[in-house]
T-cell receptor, first 112, second 112 residues
Framework: DAEITQSPRHKITETGRQVTLACHQT?????MFWYRQDLGHGLRLIHY???????NKGEVSDGYSVSRSNTEDLPLTLESAASSQTSVYFC???????????FGNGTRLTVT | QQQVKQSPQSLIVQKGGISIINCAYE??????FPWYQQFPGKGPALLIA?????SEKKEGRFTISFNKSAKQFSLHIMDSQPGDSATYFC???????????FGTGTSLTVIP
């Protein structure tokens, strides 16, 4: 079955370090998204991509970057981790058009 | 600025009762309104979705009611069961771009 795999599931890092969260999908979807989930805020869009070499900023993109070198992967990089970036991060993918999102099981990141 | 407003934040319902979660939006360009269900430690999963050309959609015990003029939509869970205990997110998107805007979530607890 097609799926989205996120790794690691849990990560603890120190302030100022660079961190990369992996996302790999086997749906063969063109669209991929990164969200962060925080209590009281729901899911907020960080970055998204509509295809290889395409990346776009979402509503909370400061301090994050992504790259899309193939269809299957969209890694999320925190350039210099901050305590405010402690959160649960979800990767999602979708087909073109107004199609539903398929989510991974998330990465819980703690920045100390 | 929250594009989709969701209420209540939490809800406790007796087994067999009706659970109702409400959402409101402002952007009339939204044309796809899904509901996602999330269990602890998992990513959100699509539960049911509606487009604005219909006022109601039912799938089993789950019904979406949509009021285009009021820019509101709601999720009704009939005969609520303890297994329905989860966090529910409403969302909205435009056909152009497939970017989803999520509500802040409702934590539903169904008491046996």
């Amino acid at each position: 079955d097609a799926e989205i795999t996120q790794s690691p599931r849990h990560k603890i890092t120190e302030t100022g370090r660079q961190v990369t969260l992996a996302c790999h999908q086997t749906w063969n979807h063109n669209n991929m998204f990164w969200y962060r989930q925080d209590l009281g805020h729901g899911l907020r869009l960080i970055h998204y991509s509509y295809g290889v070499q395409d990346t776009n900023k979402g509503e909370v993109s400061d301090g994050y970057s992504v790259s899309r070198s193939n269809t299957e992967d969209l890694p999320l990089t925190l350039e210099s981790a901050a305590s405010s970036q402690t959160s649960v991060y979800f990767c999602a993918s979708s087909d073109i058009g107004n199609s539903p999102l398929h989510f991974g099981n998330g990465t819980r990141l703690t920045v100390t | 600025q929250q594009q989709v407003k969701q209420s209540p934040q939490s809800l406790i319902v007796q087994k067999g009762g009706i659970s109702i979660i409400n959402c409101a939006y402002e952007n009339t360009a939204f044309d796809y309104f899904p509901w996602y269900q999330q269990f602890p430690g998992k990513g959100p999963a699509l539960l049911i979705a509606i487009r604005p050309d219909v006022s109601e959609k039912k799938e089993g015990r789950f019904t979406i009611s949509f009021n285009k003029s009021a820019k509101q939509f709601s999720l009704h869970i009939m005969d609520s069961q303890p297994g329905d205990s989860a966090t529910y997110f409403c969302a909205a998107s435009k056909n152009t771009g497939n970017q989803f805007y999520f509500g802040t979530g409702t934590s539903l607890t169904v008491i046996p």
